[in-house]
Nanobody, 116 residues
Framework: QVTLVESGGGLVQAGGSLRLSCRGS????????MRWFRQAPGKDREFVAH????????NYADSVKGRFTISKDNSKNTVALQMSSLKPEDTAVYLC?????????WGKGTLVTVSS
């Protein structure tokens, strides 16, 4: 079955950096676009970044543009999110997502906490 497992979250000071990773299995990873979302306490889940199936096209939410970089390694079935210049408002559970035949699959997420 489709499985997504995120890792790399933790506690970091404002201005710091963190790298998240998501490993996919149970599907042909190289054939699908991947996305990162985040959900802060008491807030709706929001889009963060997208990378196309080949890893050549990326898109970002305005709130993270210029600070976050998404990348895809099809040889390792992983998608990464490099986060820099982190702000307290980036505190959230970060989840990776893939849409396959109209169905959305999600990982369980990894918690990122940014202290001021």
């Amino acid at each position: 079955q489709v499985t997504l497992v995120e890792s790399g979250g933790g506690l970091v000071q404002a201005g710091g950096s963190l790298r998240l990773s998501c490993r996919g299995s149970g599907f042909t990873f190289s054939s699908y676009d991947m996305r990162w979302f985040r959900q802060a306490p008491g807030k709706d889940r929001e889009f963060v970044a997208h990378v196309n199936w080949k890893g050549l096209i990326t898109n970002y939410a305005d709130s993270v543009k210029g600070r976050f970089t998404i990348s895809k390694d099809n040889s390792k079935n992983t998608v990464a999110l490099q986060m820099s210049s982190l702000k307290p408002e980036d505190t959230a559970v970060y989840l990776c997502q893939v849409a396959i035949h109209g169905l959305n699959y999600w990982g369980k997420g990894t918690l990122v906490t940014v202290s001021s």
